[in-house]
């Protein structure tokens, strides 16, 4: 079965920080994956997606990478504010465009002022 | 991006007793949509898709009679929970594919408590 971890279940760090949150995959067939943010009680929003044809992507102060060989994604989240508090997903979709996603276990991040 | 509206947001219910919680699409045509479940500090788990005109489909060890699913229009799918008991407790969310982009895009998701 396909399963989705990620490597640090809390991640704190300083306001206008950086911050990097991991997340390990162990099916190759994956073609795209997207990371999302969930505030409390809230549903999760989409942040950035990116394809298996392309090993990094940038949105506004985010940034993917995607590192295939070693089935390896990340967000990184530039000048860290307190409004980015919230718990982060990262989600696969298989073959053929990402209908059904599979969750990662999730990411608290603190941003501590 | 497309908005995907969920109601109600928060329902609490005595034992026994059914719960429906819709989930529509605003401003696109969702011909699937999507169930998930989700316990406190916990992740989201599929429990079925839903297609419009169709039967849904389930996910291994999510009962449907349990749990049914009905699609009747591209932009309306509702989950009702049947029977509801203390453990069917949890953050219902659903989800549909936006037609311009192809991402999936979430409700607010509803807080059951079943007492």
């Known amino acids: 079965g396909e399963s989705v971890g990620l490597h640090l279940p809390t991640l704190s760090v300083q306001e206008g920080d950086n911050s990097i949150i991991n997340c390990a995959y162990s099916?190759?067939?994956?073609?795209?994956f997207i990371w999302y943010k969930q505030e409390s009680g809230k549903g999760p929003q989409f942040i950035i997606d990116i394809r298996s044809n392309m090993d990094k992507r940038q949105g506004q102060r985010v940034t993917v990478l995607l590192n295939k060989t070693v089935k390896h994604l990340s967000l990184q989240i530039a000048a860290t504010q307190p409004g980015d508090s919230a718990v982060y997903f990262c989600a696969l979709g298989g073959p053929g465009g990402g209908n059904k996603l599979t969750f990662g276990t999730g990411t608290q991040l603190k941003v501590e002022l | 991006g497309a908005v995907v509206s969920q109601h109600p947001s928060r329902v609490i219910c005595k034992s026994g007793t059914s719960v429906k919680i819709e989930c529509r699409s605003l401003?696109?045509?969702?011909?699937?949509m999507f169930w998930y479940r989700q316990f406190p500090k916990q992740s989201l788990m599929l429990m079925a898709t839903s297609n419009e005109g169709s039967k849904a489909t389930y996910e291994q060890g999510v009962e449907k009679d349990k749990f049914l699913i009905n699609h009747a229009s591209l932009t309306l799918s509702t989950l009702t929970v049947t029977s509801a008991h203390p453990e069917d407790s949890s953050f219902y969310i659903c989800?549909?594919?936006?037609?311009?982009?192809?991402?999936?895009?979430f409700g607010s998701g509803t807080q059951l408590s079943v007492l």
């Open positions: 401003d696109f045509q969702a011909t699937t």
């Open positions: 989800s549909a594919r936006g037609t311009v982009d192809g991402k999936l895009f």
């Open positions: 099916n190759s067939a994956s073609d795209y």
